[in-house]
């Protein structure tokens, strides 16, 4: 599977920042994390921070997969409102879920500020109504998220026009929300990890999987065996070829973005991260040297060379779209890309182990839009599953919620 195509930013301006050797040699550990992505970093990060000798796999190069492609806004706000969420599973659980995005954020900037340089800013967010029909909707969301202590607020069209210089019937504006470069934080978290004694390697694909009650004993592709107590798969979208049956649909989505625009012409737009309530949504955010990083246009294609020939026209189409909001912004596509990535059916990750791979394997399916604050999330809540601790999201995160979701 090609997780991206056209020329992903964060890649393409950092370039491949460190070459981890490949393994080759029969070896062991406490912990195998399949995957060096977004998602393998930080949970590798925070098993090697408490104590757990951690061996990461990664068959590309770190970073490499659908994280290098990553838009990576940083949201508590889930792509399926809390009223729907509270609809499938109660209004208990929808908060625990808001709540624990919203914890992710703070948990990724102290990640972030120990980490050096890698683009993380505390960002607004913007959630307009796409047309009138959308606003009682998103007005409903709003009362519940405030009920429950969210820091949001109203604006209607008049507000909206005077601050931010677009037409839209009302929105949500929220004050908790932040952008980073995922790419270079992985890589930061994986010198992390090896300064602390764990060992990433690259070019190393995880080929067999079998569990025992000791352990697991992992097949490479080059024919070596490593021997862990626990497994992760934080494979990303390709961990759902390990599973019997599909839990998510894998999507498309498109971005691009400019060079660096006079912070006059983005104005309040360069600390405020925009989307719509319309499906798929066209959302936009700013990097920190002023570029204005543009997404959406998400379509079923699965078949990589025919994402390949779309991201051109796609990037096109969301230029028109911008530029009809904002008639005076005048953008060009500098880089523009597409990727891979996957929804659930609740717009819920998965994390904990699947019945078919038995009790030491689990799987760190961080699917969604806001998919780097459930990574955060899936972390420690696959850090207490893996010490024998609780975790108040352990249940509703699981593949049992499968069962509940029919
Ligand atoms: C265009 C786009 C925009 C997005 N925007 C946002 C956003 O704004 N905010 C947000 O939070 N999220 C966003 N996402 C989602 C976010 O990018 C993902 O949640 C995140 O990148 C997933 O990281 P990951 O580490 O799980 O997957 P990946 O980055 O794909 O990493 C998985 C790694 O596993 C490796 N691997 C797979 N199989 C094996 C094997 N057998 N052996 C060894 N290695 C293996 C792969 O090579 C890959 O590098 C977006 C995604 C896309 C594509």
Redesign the pocket.
Known sequence: MD?KSGYPFWAVRNGLLTAFPQLSHDHQSDVVV???????ALIADELSRHGHHVVV????DVG????A??????QYEIDTHMTDLTKRYGEAEAVLAYRACADAIGELETLAAGMGYVDFERQQSLYYASNDEHVAELKEELALRQKHGFDAEWLDHEAISAQYGFKAPGAILTHLAASID?YRMAYQLFAKVVERGGEVYDR???EAMTSDEQGVTLTLANGATLRCQYVVM?????SQAWLPNPVASNRS?Y?FITDPLPSDTLGKLRHTMVWESARPYLYMRTTCDGRLLV?GDDDDEDIPSRRDARVEEKARGLTRKVEELWPTLDINPTFSWG???AETDDGLPFFGPHETHGPRIHFAM?YG?????Y?MIGAKLLRALIEGKEHPLAELFSFQRLARMT
Request: proline share 2%.
């Open positions: 997780l399949v995957g060096g992505g977004i998602t393998g796999l990664e068959r590309r490499w997969g659908s994280s492609a990553s838009t990576a806004l940083l995922p190393t694909k995880m934080a494979a990303g979208y390709e989505s971005a997404g990727g891979t990535f961080a839009g806001n998919g780097i604050s990574s």
